[in-house]
């Protein structure tokens, strides 16, 4: 099975602060990479699809990047409300026959 | 406007059994496949379940294979998860999510773009 491994599992940042968030993969995923974000008491929200694409109504400063093995979730200024664990995940594994998803373990973002 | 919404959560000993339930409206429920995410206390997000859009295929994740069976009714625009032989670590939140489409070269891509806001399930003596 494909492992997903984040790095690193906290941050400390601040307001204004341009943050990564990286993703590895066990083996080749080409782009099948997705990026969601967890805020305390909501449902989950997906953020990016297929590594680097913006999923509708997601601002701008929210990026992806990465194919292969090695992905990254970048933040160019940070908001207030951008305090949250953020997941990653590939749809590579999922076939029509044998329907399955595999999670990062999550990087929480705290506030310096 | 797009909904889903869990239900079925609650207080179970080891052993037990409990069938969780996922109400949809706003969108053409068929068209999609739905799947069951949960997150244990103090722990990340796990992939439970996932079923095809006309119900022909059903995946598991290693944790709950053997003991959960997903289903669907595309009738009522609901799925299912009926959980059997419940373990402590079974305790979590448990959401539905919806599989979008978002294309893809040699094979589809998906991702889950809604999510319900979960039901929560405690196995407890």
């Known amino acids: 099975d494909i492992q997903l491994t984040q790095s690193p599992s906290s941050l400390s940042a601040s307001v204004g602060d341009r943050v990564t968030i990286t993703c590895r993969a066990s083996q080749n995923i080409n782009n099948y990479l997705n990026w969601y974000q967890r805020q305390p008491g909501k449902a989950p929200k997906l953020l990016i699809f297929?590594?680097?694409s913006l999923h509708s109504g997601v601002p701008s400063r929210f990026s992806g990047s990465g194919s292969g093995t090695d992905f990254a979730l970048t933040i160019s200024s940070l908001q207030p409300e951008d305090f949250a664990t953020y997941y990653c995940?590939?749809?590579?594994?999922?076939?029509?026959?044998?329907?399955?998803?595999?999670f990062g373990q999550g990087t929480r973002l705290e506030i310096k | 406007e797009v909904h889903l919404v869990e239900s079925g959560g609650d207080v179970v000993r080891p052993g037990g059994s409990l069938r969780l339930s996922c109400r949809t409206s706003?969108?053409?429920?068929?068209?999609?496949?739905i799947n069951w995410v949960r997150q244990r206390p103090g722990k990340g997000l796990e992939w439970v379940s996932a079923i095809t859009w006309n119900g022909e295929n059903t995946g598991y994740a290693d944790s709950v294979k053997g003991r959960f069976t997903i289903s669907r009714d595309n009738a009522k625009n609901s799925v299912y998860l009926q959980m059997n032989s419940l373990r402590a670590e079974d305790s979590a939140l448990y959401h539905c999510?919806?599989?979008?489409?978002?294309?893809?070269?040699?094979?589809?891509?998906?991702?889950?773009?809604?999510w319900g806001q979960g039901t929560m399930v405690t196995v407890a003596s």
């Open positions: 706003g969108f053409t429920f068929g068209n999609f496949g």
């Open positions: 995940q590939q749809s590579y594994s999922y076939t029509y026959s044998r329907p399955m998803y595999t």
């Open positions: 999510a919806r599989q979008g489409y978002f294309g893809g070269d040699l094979q589809a891509l998906y991702a889950f773009d809604m």
């Open positions: 297929a590594a680097s």
